[in-house]
């Protein structure tokens, strides 16, 4: 089979939402690369080791590949995408005078090729990401979680999903009510069960999205732990005012909230965290690139939040915020 492919040359602060964007368009697949030079900052504190292809794609920058059906009018993709892109300038996000590129490509040259690159990998001393499709024997005390993400999905191991993983393993005590909002391919919700929390409800407001962590949990039994379902943090809000305390599994309110989504989007739920949160609960908030950082904090502080602590990796931020 043939597919149409769109290629857009990017920033990597821009991957997030044009990702996004070509999904939406109806891509049947995303692949992403980033810059794969030498001289990139990478995190092998716990012996972590990166099998990447080098390549000319200078720091910062990032390229985007979207597939399409054969038939697909891809005039009017190119067209929808662009302004899509456009409109990211509106929220300061600086998609660094993007190009695009169209060709034609056959099913084996992108269906797979993207999983040679997939390793496992250990995020913290007790948690590892390991694809679905590769042999690995886990250490005693070691936490794996079992990923495989799909063409639509990361492989967990950017750094705003790593900065969570690795706040979640000192927040979760165990016991816990945790809503992971935009779960994306489930990777956050399986590692708070796995930690011990009691029940996670995952959300996210894209299909595929919970169709991928449905099936995620399912690979690392945690099915029977987890909630995914297709809705945003409000309508949680709502079902939970009408079922007296409870919303698809855990009890509202919650201890722990984390969402690992862009600010932008991270400003537009500020409250509905608060309101989701037990007094002294946590929110964890990944996903701010560092020029975001301030007026995020600034919008936790005014809903009543406390920033107690945060982290950093690369440009990204993670911050841990208490309910008071």
């Known amino acids: 089979m043939r597919w149409h492919e769109i290629t857009v040359h990017t920033t990597e602060e821009a991957i997030e939402m044009i990702s996004n964007f070509i999904h939406e368009l109806g891509a049947g697949g995303v692949s992403i690369e980033e810059s794969g030079t030498l001289n990139k900052e990478r995190d092998t504190s716990l012996g972590q080791w990166y099998e990447l292809p080098l390549n000319d794609i200078p720091e910062g920058r990032a390229v985007i590949k979207g597939y399409f059906a054969e038939g697909t009018d891809m005039t009017s993709i190119l067209e929808q995408l662009k302004k899509s892109v456009d409109q990211l ?6 998609t660094g005078e993007p190009a695009y ?5 056959d099913d084996e040259d992108w269906a797979n090729a993207w999983k040679q690159y997939f390793k496992p990998i250990r995020i913290t001393e007790r948690l590892t990401i390991k694809p679905t499709w590769e042999e690995y024997e886990a250490e005693a005390d070691e936490i794996i979680l079992e990923l495989d993400p799909g063409m639509a999905f990361g492989t967990g191991t950017h750094a705003t999903t790593a900065l969570c993983l690795k706040t979640l393993e000192q927040v979760i005590q165990g016991g816990e009510d945790v809503i992971d909002v935009g779960t994306g391919s489930g990777i956050l ?8 929390a009691r029940h996670v409800l995952a959300l996210d407001l894209d299909p595929v999205a919970v169709s991928s962590a449905t099936e995620n949990s399912r690979l690392n039994g945690m099915d029977g732990q987890i909630t995914v379902k297709l809705s945003d943090l409000l309508g949680v809000l709502r079902e939970q005012g009408q079922s007296g305390g409870e919303a698809a599994g855990v009890k509202i309110p919650v201890q722990v909230v984390v969402a690992n989504i862009l600010a932008e989007i991270i400003l537009l739920f500020v409250q509905d965290v608060y309101d989701v949160l037990a007094p002294g609960g946590t929110y964890i908030v990944s996903g701010i690139i560092q020029s975001k950082r301030q007026v995020v904090e600034e919008a936790l502080k005014a809903a009543g939040f406390a920033i107690t602590s945060s982290n950093e990796d690369q440009d990204w931020v993670v911050l841990v915020a208490k309910k008071q």
């Open 101 to 105: 590129e169209l060709k034609d490509v």
């Open 189 to 196: 919700a399986i590692a708070a069960a796995k930690l011990g």
């Open 89 to 94: 300038k509106e929220y300061d996000i600086d």
